[in-house]
T-cell receptor
């Protein structure tokens, strides 16, 4: 079955540590995205990538970094510079720009990060 | 800039009641519109979509009509079930921007 996988489902981090969240898709999509969701709030875009070896900052990129070495993979690193990293992180992909301008995004199950 | 406004929740209904969740948008041009649903502890799933004015998206008994004259995309269902309890997000995509713009989400709680 095609889809997006994220791992781990739950992640605990000590203050001052970097941590990397995994996102893999087998939908053959060019575009991938990382969102952050805080309780009772909508989604905020962290980073996105339209093609391998290229990525762009979203609305809240500070304290995060990404890489896109393979089409199917888009890992997110939460660095110690992120002041308030406890949140639910969602990865998505889409076949933009080939989807005719619709940008229908498919989401993974999410990773809940807690800083201890 | 582009934006999406949803009615604040939570919306609390009894089973078999009629549901409306309001969504209005601001965008240049002719955006595509989406409703996503998020069940507790999970990612978002696309519920329905509409890509041009007067289109009606429908899925699992839910419907929404793209109204350009009122810049709205309200979600409706004639008879809700307990299993519909979730958070619903309205979103738009406007050509020229390569990201979705999400509303803040509306939590729906359906009681037996």
């Amino acid at each position: 079955d095609g889809g997006i996988t994220q791992s781990p489902k739950y992640l605990f981090r000590k203050e001052g540590q970097n941590v990397t969240l995994s996102c893999e898709q087998n939908l053959n999509h060019d575009a991938m995205y990382w969102y952050r969701q805080d309780p009772g709030q909508g989604l905020r875009l962290i980073y996105y990538s339209q093609i391998v070896n290229d990525f762009q900052k979203g609305d809240i990129a500070e304290g995060y970094s990404v890489s896109r070495e393979k089409k199917e993979s888009f890992p997110l690193t939460v660095t110690s510079a992120q002041k308030n990293p406890t949140a639910f992180y969602l990865c998505a992909s889409s076949d933009w720009p080939t989807s005719g301008g619709r940008n229908e995004q498919f989401f993974g199950p999410g990773t809940r990060l807690t800083v201890l | 800039g582009n934006s999406v406004t949803q009615m604040e929740g939570p919306v609390t209904l009894s089973e078999e009641a009629f549901l409306t969740i309001n969504c209005t948008y601001t965008a240049t041009g002719y955006p595509s519109l989406f409703w996503y649903v998020q069940y507790p502890g999970e990612g978002l799933q696309l519920l329905l979509k509409a890509t041009k004015a007067d289109d009606k998206g429908s899925n699992k008994g839910f419907e929404a009509t793209y109204r350009k004259e009122t810049t709205s995309f309200h979600l409706e269902k004639g008879s809700v079930q307990v299993s519909d309890s979730a958070v619903y997000f309205c979103a738009l995509y406007s050509g020229g921007y390569n990201k979705l713009i999400f509303g803040a989400g509306t939590r729906l709680a359906v009681h037996p």
